[in-house]
């Protein structure tokens, strides 16, 4: 229980430096030093790894660091992007929802996805 909590809190500390709260703004300095540690350090399979773990807030939080993450000015503005299509083992697992049938989703029913639509052609 300590460990999801903990997770869970990690998460939210990840949207506060993006994103600031109520009393501050977000540095642009920190933001970009996460956005190049979250990439380089391998935390984008983490998240998606550990996402079947955190409750439903923290995966509200998580969505929005990553769409953060994604429009962090960067010298390679496209640095998400190029990290998706060079692990697209990742992409796989989330559209296909296999994340869901991790067994701690148990008590959730799959989500039937669409046989051609979904699929990821590789090259």
């Known amino acids: 229980m300590q460990t999801k909590d903990e997770l869970n809190s990690l998460v939210k500390e990840l949207k506060l430096i993006l994103y600031g709260d109520d009393d501050s703004e977000p540095c642009e300095q920190a933001c970009a030093q996460l956005t190049e540690e979250f990439f380089r350090e391998d935390t984008m399979r983490l ?70 639509c979904c699929q990821v052609t590789r090259k």
């Open 47 to 116: 998240l998606i790894i550990f996402l079947p773990k955190l409750n439903l807030e923290a995966r509200k939080d998580a969505t929005q660091v990553v769409a953060s993450l994604q429009r962090q000015p960067l010298p390679s503005r496209f640095q998400a992007s190029k990290y998706l299509e060079s692990n697209l083992d990742l992409v796989d697992i989330l559209i296909s929802g296999s994340f869901i049938s991790s067994p701690l989703w148990k008590d959730v029913k799959r989500v039937p996805t669409s046989p051609s």
